[in-house]
């Protein structure tokens, strides 16, 4: 299946039948200027990047969960489709844009979907081998909170009708939960009564949402929600609730490994640190080839038990 693991299995889990790598909040400017004079967005993605290149070798797709653009330029979309594209297509995975708050619907459909210009909704439907993506657009064109109106709250439950073989992840913005940084709840997400009357009874599997600027975990109509860390700054939740502000650190994405018995969402941080040598391939290899009593005896007992 796309996006299995090349690795033995030593558990009961198989392999994952589809790998996704989640992305969020690049905030990426024209001509390659730094957010707010001091965050560079984009040797922070070109870092995240090289990460996403190194975790898996052929990802199912790639999904990058809103505000593309800080500010919605045309030359923003394009930088930012120029650091992506070559690495999805090395990697053989489809890309899957997700608008959010600081993103301009028209400059995001010319210059990063070749669409017409137009303030229609950013959505689209992708079927990976059995699993269904369907991208939400969050957005209120000239506001920062989200929402979702009737037509596409409508459009949604249609798609939703007809199961499919995996099930599916619905991938947005504004996630559809309470915040530990208190000001964002003003910026948060309206109409969830009616998201969660469509979910229900839905195949709905999970949904992967940004915005937030840290990873965060929650349920939403009995549904998991995984928000993904911003590859441009992050919140320094280390801070007392009401004093929370941006810092150039914790920047992460996230591995969705999709199995039959659940999805698991692993945080990628991107970071320049030293990192051990204690396991390799080679010692991946040794243990293969020991029967699973002897790997655990190799491997489980304690030093002198």
Not at 125 to 145: E, K, N
Not at 202 to 227: C, K, M
Request: one cysteine or more.
């Amino acid at each position: 299946m796309s996006g299995s693991d090349d690795v033995p299995v030593f558990g009961r889990y198989e392999p994952a039948s589809h790998v996704i790598i989640h992305v969020s909040d690049p905030h990426f400017l024209a001509s390659g200027a730094k957010l707010g004079g001091r965050y560079d967005v984009e040797q922070n993605f070109a870092q995240t990047l090289d990460a996403i290149r190194a975790v898996h070798p052929h990802p199912a797709a790639i999904v990058i969960t809103g505000d593309l653009a800080d500010l919605g330029e045309p030359d923003a979309y394009r930088r930012l489709r120029a650091a992506v594209e070559p690495v999805a297509a090395h990697l053989g995975a489809p890309l899957i844009w997700v608008a959010g708050n600081h993103d301009e619907r028209p400059a995001l459909r010319e210059h990063l979907l070749d669409l017409p210009p137009t303030e229609e909704p950013v959505t689209g439907v992708w079927d990976l081998d059995g699993l269904r993506i369907i991208a939400l657009d969050t957005s209120v064109p000239g506001w920062h909170h989200g929402d979702l109106g009737e037509d596409q709250l409508a459009w949604l439950a249609a798609e939703l009708r007809t199961p499919a073989p995996h099930g599916t992840l619905l991938a947005m913005h504004h996630p559809p939960l309470p915040s530990h940084v208190s000001f964002f709840d003003i910026l948060e997400l309206r109409h969830q009564d009616e998201l969660a009357a469509v979910l229900r009874g839905s195949d709905v599997r999970g949904i992967l949402a940004g915005h937030l600027h840290y990873s965060a975990h929650g349920t939403f109509a009995g549904i998991p929600v995984s928000v993904a860390s911003a590859t441009c700054y992050t919140m320094n939740l280390a801070r007392p609730a009401a004093d929370v502000n941006g810092m150039d650190a914790a920047q992460a994405f996230q591995l969705v490994h999709v199995r039959p018995e659940g999805i698991t969402h692993s945080v990628v941080p991107v970071a320049q640190a030293d990192t051990g040598s204690y396991f390799s391939a080679e010692w991946l290899a040794r243990m293969a080839e020991l029967s699973p009593d002897e790997r655990l005896e190799a491997f489980s007992r304690k030093p002198g038990r």
